[in-house]
């Protein structure tokens, strides 16, 4: 009868580790989504902006002053436009094209029926 008990006993504590785990690995997930969503922040670079006005319609995230001219600089080479800088070479605009590819990945995944399952079941 004594091992019944330790058994139940064990099998709790084994459920109670891996309910923390898992509420840390969806607590991860749920960090490493958010990034770039702060209304108080370039969503590129991270630096704290204070957005005076609503960003312009053509920018798909609000962007701090240098990243908007960046991307705009970005969305013009993309259309055939010259190099604006020296840096403004296929691996920059790599980074761009990725960056948006990847905030675009986010947003999917966090409308999706999985996400939202995770944080429900997760997330307190
Ligand atoms: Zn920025």
């Given amino acids: 009868m004594a091992e019944v008990i330790d058994l139940k006993g064990r099998k ?3 459920r109670r580790i891996a309910e923390g785990r898992d509420r840390r ?3 991860a997930v749920a960090s490493a989504l ?3 969503l702060c209304p108080r922040r370039c969503a590129h670079c991270g ?3 204070e957005f005076v006005a609503a960003p312009p ?3 798909p995230y609000p962007f701090c002053e240098v990243c908007q001219e960046e ?3 970005f ?3 993309e259309k055939g436009g010259e190099p604006e800088a020296f840096w403004h070479t296929p691996q920059w605009a790599g980074t761009w094209r990725n ?3 990847y905030m675009q990945a986010n947003q999917e995944f966090r409308g999706s029926p999985a996400f939202l399952k995770l944080m429900e079941e997760h997330l307190d």
């Fill in 25 to 27: 690995r969806a607590q």
């Fill in 71 to 73: 991307y705009q600089a």
């Fill in 34 to 36: 958010s990034c770039g």
């Fill in 75 to 77: 969305r013009r080479l």
């Fill in 99 to 101: 960056w948006l590819a």
């Fill in 57 to 59: 319609a053509e920018m």
């Fill in 12 to 14: 709790s504590k084994e």
């Fill in 47 to 49: 630096q704290a902006v």
